[in-house]
Nanobody, 128 residues
């Protein structure tokens, strides 16, 4: 049973930074593709970033150059570092885990759309 717990969200001014964390348990973490999605009320959940088991990352175009994603396999934790935040980055951010190879933001989006991913409860990020 996959368990994901996000933390680190909050209120930040435009241009500011935040680091989100996703703590995982209950499964063979090292095998999983990990990623972050975000969602606003009334809108579809959109993929932000993905990181494979070796640490290779991929990003949505709208965050390239501003966000980084990393994973600490010894701690079973995934991080999303967000720099130069913009008001349009305001959303609930969700951590996700899926068995998909290769692990890229595009393949993760496909798996998510098929309903084959685990989710955390989300952490709110507000840029204002």
């Amino acid at each position: 049973h996959v368990q994901l717990v996000e933390s680190g969200g909050g209120l930040v001014q435009p241009g500011g930074s935040l680091r989100l964390s996703c703590s995982t348990s209950g499964y063979s973490y090292i095998q999983y593709c990990m990623g972050w999605f975000r969602q606003n009320p009334g809108k579809e959940r959109e993929g932000v970033a993905a990181v494979d088991t070796s640490g290779t990352a991929s990003f949505a175009d709208f965050v390239k150059g501003r966000f980084t994603i990393s994973r600490d396999n010894s701690r079973k934790t995934v991080y999303l570092r967000m720099n130069n935040l913009k008001p349009e980055d305001t959303a609930m951010y969700y951590c996700t885990a899926a068995l998909v190879h290769p692990c890229t933001i595009n393949t993760l989006r496909t798996v998510v759309a098929a309903g084959n991913a685990a989710w955390g409860q989300g952490t709110q990020v507000t840029v204002s």
